[in-house]
């Protein structure tokens, strides 16, 4: 993501093209009930060995577009909505696979390690991305990115999964993405776990991807290296949230910690726009990043225990799907910025969201008391 955006911005000049990117790389997340449906109809290790090769394969190619001068923009664009593409149908066969290799009372612990494994990403990602494009370059950083696809891939083949067991004649597929909109539609605790995680996207991730850099700038008075350090703080909180909840006790009543932590992420963001120092912000992010990683590893722990072994995918794709409203409010949070400021704007997402949330849990009160 760090290198492909930078490149777009050094072969266009664009701004709008940079962000018409990131709105490429989850627009496939829509797609997410189908993929998902997909996931549970065949073995989902397949398909997190075909997301590999394919991924590392289009590495290839631009590679070898790289290396032959012949790279286009657009090339990029098509690369990034593969990934998005691939991420997508990763994403539902991953936390199903995860749920589905361990005992049910490790299923917490099983995703709470998946959820560290993306916040390191996120952090070390950004900070080595830049810098190797720097030093080795577009084609080989093109090379790396393959390479660690092929290392993936290797890594997956040991895995095994459990056979699914056969239920007479295979109805097809949309049939399937039906009757799994319908179960989650029908469960009320599944369906506001999905409208929290999206909500989530729509009023609160929208900071990191919009407002941070200009609060940074213009309210902080740091430059580039600041908001990257801001970030990773962010980063860091998340990661250390998802090791609380791999350590919570099987007693504890997750469905109040989760309601806790969800409420708490706003609060702590709302805190935020009022401070003026680097440091106070800086402490203010790691707390946000940890609210943010005990909610959301509890809401895709929760979803998946929920959840009937058949139709782990598809709920995953319904939660994959939460994640194409990030695109809407990125937007929506960027001109509030324009018009307001961002400590406003801030301000204003997460009132909405509490409000909005506080009416979901007044609708589903079995949230507050699941175990």
């Keep these: 993501m760090v290198v492909g955006a ?3 911005l050094e072969l266009t000049n664009s701004p709008f093209l940079v962000g018409l990117l990131g709105t490429c790389r989850f627009a496939s997340t829509v797609l997410g009930p189908f993929c998902g449906t997909v996931c549970d109809r065949i073995n989902q290790r397949a398909v997190l060995l075909a997301v590999q090769a394919v991924y590392g394969g289009a590495a290839l190619v631009l590679l070898a577009l790289f290396a032959s001068a012949r790279i286009e923009t657009w090339h990029l664009f098509a690369f990034t909505f593969l990934g998005g593409l691939c991420y997508t149908f990763d994403f539902s066969a991953r936390y199903s696979t995860a749920a589905g290799i361990v005992t049910e009372s490790h299923i917490i612990s099983s995703i709470s390690l998946l959820q560290v494994a993306n ?3 996120s952090v070390v990602g950004p900070l080595i991305g830049g810098s190797l494009l720097e030093v080795i370059g577009a084609t080989g950083c093109f090379a790396l990115i393959a390479t660690s696809f092929a290392l993936s891939f290797f890594a997956l083949l040991p895995l095994t999964t459990p056979a699914r067991v056969a239920t007479g004649e295979q109805s097809s597929i949309w049939k399937e993405l039906v009757s799994g909109l ?8 599944l369906l506001s776990l999905i409208l929290i995680a999206a909500l989530v996207n729509l009023f609160i991730y929208p900071y990191t991807y919009t407002l941070m850099p200009m609060f940074a700038r213009d309210v902080l008075g740091t430059g580039s290296s600041g908001f990257g350090q801001l970030i990773a703080g962010a980063g860091l909180g998340a990661i250390l949230g998802s090791l609380v909840v791999g350590l919570l006790p099987q007693f504890a009543n997750r469905g109040k910690v989760l309601v806790g932590a969800t ?4 609060v702590i963001l709302m805190a935020l726009s009022f401070s003026r120092t680097f440091s106070f912000s800086m402490a203010f992010l790691i707390m946000a990043g940890i609210a943010q990683g005990i909610s959301m590893a509890l809401v895709q722990a929760l979803l998946l225990i929920r959840s009937a072994d058949e139709m782990r995918g598809r709920v995953s794709g319904a939660r994959a799907f939460a994640i194409s409203t990030l695109s809407v409010g990125t937007f929506l949070t960027g001109y509030e910025a324009t018009l307001w400021g961002s400590p406003l704007a801030l301000v204003i997402n997460s009132s909405v969201f509490i409000l909005i949330t506080t009416l979901l849990l007044a609708w589903v009160p079995e949230l507050i008391r699941h175990k």
């Design 6 to 8: 930078w490149l777009v």
């Design 119 to 121: 916040g390191i990403t």
């Design 182 to 189: 319908r179960y989650i539609r029908d469960d009320r605790l």
């Design 263 to 266: 409420m708490a992420w706003p």
